[in-house]
């Protein structure tokens, strides 16, 4: 018998762990061409919120009664298919569920002698492939120019920042703690950080921490932040749209400034993408990744929680920022 | 003796005449270098309204007490400056004067037998460049995809879709009175037209004239009209951000949706931009609007205003949608 997380309802506003359903099951029998999975690390992200939702979107809803699906490290435990062999560990998008039966299809295999297995949800997984390419691909930053990060503390924001300072700009933060503040700067090289909740005019704390205006923003929370942003972009900004967390839980259209005027006044470009536009791009993202990784250039924060049905209720914190960088569940 | 036209106040919300002043005064003597000019049509556009507020933008704004300077068709009275002879028509940024001395710098010769003099502040001027390197260098039209354009019936507007049609694409216009749409459809070729004056439900009223969703949206307004539009757009979506006439009167921050969320559900770009940062693209642009124009590919319409003294009311009726077409005034 293993355990499997189901979701078990669409949640209103921030989730619940009601909304979910643990049940136990009997794993098949492989077949033919399967191996049998156990599940060492599950990542819990804030895009999963919006595959809660009954709507159209780039990736179909997860249905109800049925796994929640997402970034995951697994032990090959058995095995009737030719390219896996037992002991082997891979990652890929798979099931919330301790053990599980896969055709292999999609996943990909790991060394944990290269990096941490949890380092492959991470900095070598997704997380490093997002703040790598939407910053380069569409933040297109330049050395001497100033490099924006909201959700910085996080676990795409702190990559981006290390990225920006490897790549020669002005660096600033913002987070929601004056801990993810100090963070920030002693631990992934910030040049400077704004706690967003303990600030009064975002607009005016950006101006200072920003004296030369924002060239490349890289947004992961939307909402009351990035408006704030917009009074202080440069001409030809280039705004990264990667995530929108603080207004994923609402249930009434979120309303903003109106960013026209600001982005005509400006001539700037804003741009959302979710990782997959880049797929072409992967191989040569983790390269450079694994090189900065390996020359101690790049560091990484984890919040790992313990346990497997502790999945629903890390997924929940995520939306209360009580992650420091990117939040794993250990089974 | 010869009259100006001088800003008075800044105005507040929707101009009135009272925030601008006529005077007389006489026009200095020439001297070696310079022309005489004697206004013959003079542009009013939208873009004017920033540049009477007192703030930071991407061109310096109107001094009080000063003339407000746009796009103006002029004869040259007298000259001395050998690039210039008595009886060409010229064009450029100019002083609202009846008559002016200039040294001639960055004005550019026009040809009345080639179109008439006032196609050179409008097609073959800064709106058929707006028109066509904003919807062919941001959009990035392909043939067989849905080009819906805002502020349609307007002298941008109504060259964009125009050009989307002559590229393969199917066009939707918005506009404001049901003689608009009328004309969106017969004069300018538009496959159909929304009156969002009489329209309920725009994001429906959208669904259904783009049946497969909106590829490249070329919007002039902003506002409500393009909150509805985010409902609609396609995977990559490019939103070519001209203008934003429905908020340019506002006093206080106009409120929006927040746009983040469909930007990265759809992976799309929103972009704003002026027609100088693409000031070297001009002259191969101009070639391609004169030879569609020659061609009888692409049509026109004017609301020509006459009189000097009718213009500061010429341009308050741009922001009532008064004009079809380029608004002009025949001096």
Same mark, same amino acid.
């Given at each position: 018998?293993?355990?499997?997380?189901?979701?078990?309802?669409?949640?209103?506003? %921030?989730?619940? *762990?009601?909304?979910?359903?643990? /049940?136990?099951?009997?794993?098949? $029998?492989?077949?033919?061409?399967?191996?049998?999975?156990?599940?060492?690390?599950?990542?819990?992200?804030?895009? !999963?919120?919006?595959?809660?939702?009954?709507?159209?979107?780039?990736?179909?809803?997860?249905?109800?009664?049925?796994?929640?699906?997402?970034?995951?490290?697994?032990?090959?435990? $058995?095995?009737?298919?030719?390219?896996?062999?037992?002991?082997?560990?891979?990652?890929?998008? !798979?099931?919330?569920?301790?053990?599980?039966?896969? *055709?292999? $299809? =999609?996943?990909?295999?790991?060394?944990?002698?290269?990096?941490?297995?949890?380092? &492959?949800?991470?900095?070598?997984?997704?997380?490093?492939?997002? #703040? &790598?390419?939407?910053l380069? $691909? /569409?933040g297109?930053p330049?050395?001497?120019e100033t490099l924006l990060?909201?959700?910085?503390?996080?676990?795409?924001?702190?990559?981006?920042?290390?990225? =920006?300072? @490897?790549?020669?700009l002005?660096?600033?933060? @913002?987070?929601?703690?004056?801990?993810?503040?100090?963070?920030?700067?002693?631990?992934?090289?910030?040049?400077? #950080?704004?706690? &967003?909740?303990? *600030?009064?005019?975002?607009?005016?704390?950006?101006?200072?921490?920003?004296?030369?205006?924002v060239d490349v923003y890289f947004?992961?929370?939307? =909402?009351?932040?990035?408006?704030?942003?917009?009074?202080? /972009?440069?001409?030809?900004a280039r705004?990264v749209?990667?995530?929108?967390?603080?207004?994923?839980?609402?249930?009434?259209?979120?309303?903003?400034?109106?960013?026209?005027?600001?982005?005509?006044?400006?001539?700037?470009?804003?741009?959302?993408?979710?990782?997959?536009?880049?797929?072409?791009?992967?191989?040569? #993202?983790?390269?450079?990744?694994?090189?900065?990784?390996?020359?101690?250039?790049?560091?990484?924060?984890?919040?790992?929680?313990?346990?497997?049905?502790?999945?629903?209720?890390?997924?929940?914190?995520?939306?209360?920022?009580?992650?420091?960088?990117? %939040?794993?569940?250990?089974?």
């Amino acid at each position: 018998m293993s355990k499997t997380i189901l979701l078990d309802n669409r949640p209103e506003g %921030m989730p619940k *762990t009601s909304d979910f359903k643990i /049940i136990d099951e009997k794993t098949p $029998e492989i077949k033919s061409g399967e191996i049998l999975l156990k599940t060492n690390y599950i990542s819990v992200d804030p895009y !999963l919120r919006g595959r809660m939702r009954d709507v159209k979107s780039y990736i179909a809803p997860f249905e109800l009664q049925q796994p929640i699906v997402s970034g995951i490290v697994a032990e090959v435990l $058995e095995t009737k298919n030719s390219n896996f062999d037992k002991g082997d560990f891979v990652t890929g998008n !798979l099931s919330w569920k301790e053990e599980q039966v896969s *055709t292999g $299809e =999609g996943l990909m295999k790991v060394d944990p002698k290269k990096a941490p297995l949890s380092a &492959y949800l991470g900095i070598l997984g997704m997380t490093g492939l997002t #703040a &790598y390419l939407g910053l380069t $691909e /569409i933040g297109k930053p330049k050395k001497g120019e100033t490099l924006l990060v909201s959700g910085a503390a996080g676990a795409v924001g702190s990559v981006v920042g290390q990225i =920006g300072k @490897i790549l020669g700009l002005r660096v600033v933060g @913002i987070a929601g703690t004056d801990e993810k503040v100090a963070l920030l700067k002693s631990e992934f090289g910030f040049d400077d #950080a704004i706690n &967003y909740n303990t *600030t009064e005019n975002m607009v005016k704390a950006i101006a200072e921490t920003c004296p030369n205006g924002v060239d490349v923003y890289f947004d992961n929370v939307g =909402g009351d932040i990035s408006d704030a942003v917009f009074f202080n /972009i440069n001409k030809k900004a280039r705004l990264v749209i990667c995530g929108a967390i603080s207004v994923y839980n609402e249930t009434e259209m979120p309303k903003s400034i109106s960013v026209q005027p600001f982005l005509i006044k400006n001539s700037a470009l804003m741009q959302g993408f979710i990782i997959f536009d880049f797929v072409d791009k992967y191989p040569d #993202a983790m390269n450079q990744l694994g090189q900065w990784l390996g020359e101690g250039k790049l560091s990484y924060k984890e919040t790992i929680v313990e346990g497997f049905e502790a999945t629903p209720q890390a997924f929940i914190d995520l939306f209360k920022g009580k992650n420091k960088g990117k %939040m794993i569940v250990k089974v």
